[in-house]
């Protein structure tokens, strides 16, 4: 672990090493595009930064919209030491160390660190608990970077101890901005090329980028290299090129593992559509491209979580024995594991029932809150407690022929409510087929029960 190196203080080594991308970071609040939302006046973090407040964030975002260049414009506007970690690589002594440097920091420099976390969604838990301590008592100031759902991807802990904010794609006018800038840019950009870009490219590449500020300077950087100087000694990028150029950089964003975010839609959309051909075709390409093969388990899972659910539990089974098959195979075998289960997600039958019954059970527990429990459902482990009717009137269902109670298992107050609507497919159909009998059963138990 090291403090990260001050990319403000050191502007000769970036224009040397560099690219665009980078050289064109902005080295102050106000030549961020974007994020208006955020950082216009009278917006939260404007205000946070302006009365010195700054708590942790989560900043969340596709890629290329800002959040590294963010963290360290926080950093730089409220003085605090910069340092970086990839959750992807840390480990638990780096975290302890990075820790006893910032209170070294604040006890003898007065100086807070600010520790940015890139892709912070993989962090384990053993990673979270080791530095949440120290970010709850000051110690830190966390800023994580994630391109994942926080709500799914980090655990309850973190999130109470750090607001999210969601960054949005940047705009065609931002990114068209940001290039004119680039491209006129003599100091930092590309304006000792002369270059000469004309409206129609300039559209092409913006619109292609898809919000992605650090694609959009990579396409103009490698255009504008790439077009040869005319008599004039000026290089000029029309619309076809443009187009050319951005279409021959597609599968290289994909190997870098940058820009996957339109390709693992297309596979979780092909998968939820039950289209095996381009599910197999979306997986695939993700790994010629070079995707982190465990990356893409990890989305099989979800999808057999969020699109299939109980109308085939054995989606979810088969996704996880293709990670184990991955892990115990390696390459290039494991792979054939990966797309066999893409296969199965594919054909399986489909439900959403329980990414929905989650919904309603969550909106229901915020909207109720800590309703109590049933008498007739607490354990009573004490004579007090059976004294007080702690269990009494419970009902075991084993002690019944069809095993039916009559008795509700929710908290009074919503007794009567429904979450979970099993899909009229695969095991769901089968589910549903079962409360039904249930919920007659247990009628004509309560009818027989009032009449005695």
Known sequence: MSEAPDLFSNPDLVKKTAPLAERMRPQKLEDLVGQEHLLGPGKFLRAALESDQLDSLILWGPPGTGKTTLARLIAKKTGAR????????????????????????????????????????????????????????GTLILIGATTENPSFELNAALLSRARV??????????????????????????????AILDEEALEVIASLAGGDARRALGLLEQGVKLAPPGPDGK???????????????VLLYDKSGDQHYDIISALHKSVRSS??????????RMLAAGEEPLYLCRRLVRMAIEDIGNADP????????????????????????????ALYLACAPKSNATEKAYGETRAEVEASGPLAVPMHLRNAPTRLMKQLDYGKGYQYAHDDPDAVVTHSHLP?????????FPAPRGKEKEFSETLDWLEKKRKEKEGKSSQQ
């Open 275 to 284: 289209d095996p051909h381009a599910a197999a075709y979306w997986a695939t």
């Open 314 to 341: 054995m989606a979810l089974q088969t996704a996880l024995a293709a990670k184990e098959a991955y892990d115990f195979l390696g390459s290039p075998e494991g792979e054939l594991a990966i797309i066999q289960a």
């Open 235 to 249: 290089r000029r990028l029309n619309a076809a090129a443009a187009l050319d150029l951005a279409q021959k950089r």
């Open 82 to 137: 910069f340092v970086t970690v990839s959750a992807v690589s840390a480990g638990i002594k780096e975290i302890k160390d990075i820790v006893e440097e910032a209170k070294d920091q604040l006890r003898f420099n007065g100086r807070r660190t600010l520790l940015f976390v890139d892709e912070v969604h993989r962090f384990n838990k053993t990673q979270q608990d080791a530095f949440l301590p120290h970010v709850e008592d």
């Open 412 to 420: 009074d107050a919503i007794k009567d409510k429904k979450f979970y």
């Open 165 to 194: 904010l969601q960054l949005k794609s940047l705009e065609t006018a931002d990114i068209k901005a940001l290039l004119l800038r680039a491209l006129n840019d003599v100091e930092d950009g590309l304006g000792s090329y002369q």
